[in-house]
């Protein structure tokens, strides 16, 4: 099997591409300076000159706030982009795996999404995902689309080293705490899209760390994993204001896996835990 994985520098892409490696299956990482792929002509160049088995479509548009001004490029990355790769896929008669979100639901209520509940975007980012994902379907049959949400890895940035770094400057921080949803390791995530794309159990799935908290509870345990004295302020979403809206309920539910066999990802405390770890051991 040959996978070629989309934004390797990315936090998800980069995971992707060690867990292949450890299991040794031939494997290659791409970004931008490999190709384009909101150019149909580049994307299928790069593409088919690799031939592949599977494509696992990592690199998006993840500006929330600046989508809602940058409406022209953050349609070309997460629609038109997954629209060539899966054109070039159909061609090929290979495999896609693409990463989608949290945010294509609206965010109400309180119980977990289930993968074919009802879809209601309610900004530029949710809207594109959302539009990416159909552009798969309506091109492929062979796809996976895994729905994740607050994702953390080593390579890039995130919220975990961001509540670190700020956490060193102040005695005080403030969090939202009305969000709740599952922070998730991309270490862990990988191996489940290495899982799935060995199968022909195709679909669309949600994939988080198990477990739920607010953004304010999720600082905490990170203070508390790390050892540091630094209080959390609970504020509401519209108090600490943004300029994109987010769902207040990103609870995603994972009965797909189950239904297919797949593993459930660990407790989002656990891999918060080895994050921290590997952060340690990478300076």
Same mark, same amino acid.
């Given at each position: 099997?040959?996978?070629?994985?989309?934004?390797?520098?990315?936090?998800?892409?980069?995971?992707?591409?060690?867990?292949?490696?450890?299991?040794?299956?031939?494997?290659?990482?791409?970004? %931008?300076?490999?190709?384009? %792929?909101?150019?149909?002509?580049?994307?299928?160049?790069? *593409?088919?000159?690799?031939?592949?088995?599977?494509?696992?479509?990592?690199?998006?548009?993840?500006? /929330?706030?600046?989508?809602?001004?940058? %409406?022209? *490029?953050?349609?070309?990355?997460?629609?038109?982009?997954?629209?060539?790769?899966?054109?070039?896929?159909?061609?090929?008669?290979?495999?896609?795996?693409? *990463?989608?979100?949290?945010?294509?639901?609206?965010?109400?209520?309180?119980?977990?999404?289930?993968?074919?509940?009802?879809?209601?975007?309610?900004?530029?980012?949710?809207?594109?995902?959302?539009?990416?994902?159909?552009?798969?379907?309506?091109?492929?049959?062979?796809?996976?689309?895994?729905?994740?949400?607050?994702?953390?890895?080593?390579?890039?940035?995130?919220? *975990?080293?961001?509540?670190?770094? /700020?956490?060193?400057?102040?005695?005080?921080?403030?969090?939202v705490c009305d969000q709740i949803g599952s922070p998730t390791y991309t270490v862990d995530l990988a191996r489940l899209i290495?899982?799935? %794309?060995?199968?022909?159990k195709y679909g669309i799935y949600h994939g988080t760390n198990e477990d739920i908290c607010s953004w304010a509870e999720f600082t905490e345990e990170i203070y508390r994993q790390a050892g540091y004295d630094t209080k959390v302020?609970?504020?509401?979403?519209?108090?600490?204001?943004?300029?994109?809206?987010?769902?207040?309920?990103?609870?995603?539910?994972?009965?797909?896996?189950?239904?297919?066999?797949?593993?459930?990802?660990?407790?989002?405390?656990?891999?918060?835990?080895?994050?921290?770890?590997?952060?340690?051991?990478?300076?």
């Amino acid at each position: 099997m040959k996978v070629l994985v989309t934004g390797v520098k990315g936090q998800l892409g980069y995971d992707v591409v060690k867990e292949l490696n450890r299991r040794g299956i031939d494997n290659t990482g791409a970004d %931008i300076e490999e190709f384009d %792929i909101t150019n149909y002509n580049m994307t299928h160049d790069y *593409i088919a000159g690799y031939d592949p088995d599977v494509v696992v479509h990592c690199s998006a548009y993840t500006a /929330v706030d600046k989508a809602e001004d940058n %409406i022209d *490029i953050c349609n070309a990355v997460n629609v038109d982009g997954p629209s060539n790769i899966a054109k070039v896929c159909k061609e090929l008669d290979c495999k896609m795996l693409y *990463i989608s979100t949290d945010y294509v639901f609206p965010g109400t209520g309180d119980r977990f999404y289930e993968t074919d509940d009802e879809t209601g975007p309610l900004g530029q980012y949710g809207r594109s995902k959302l539009n990416g994902e159909k552009a798969v379907t309506s091109v492929l049959d062979k796809y996976f689309i895994i729905r994740t949400s607050w994702v953390f890895g080593i390579n890039g940035n995130n919220f *975990i080293k961001t509540m670190l770094r /700020v956490g060193k400057e102040r005695d005080e921080v403030s969090v939202v705490c009305d969000q709740i949803g599952s922070p998730t390791y991309t270490v862990d995530l990988a191996r489940l899209i290495c899982d799935m %794309i060995v199968t022909d159990k195709y679909g669309i799935y949600h994939g988080t760390n198990e477990d739920i908290c607010s953004w304010a509870e999720f600082t905490e345990e990170i203070y508390r994993q790390a050892g540091y004295d630094t209080k959390v302020k609970h504020v509401t979403t519209e108090e600490y204001g943004a300029k994109a809206p987010r769902p207040a309920n990103s609870r995603l539910s994972k009965k797909k896996l189950d239904e297919n066999g797949f593993a459930r990802l660990p407790g989002w405390k656990d891999a918060l835990t080895r994050y921290l770890k590997e952060l340690e051991e990478n300076g």
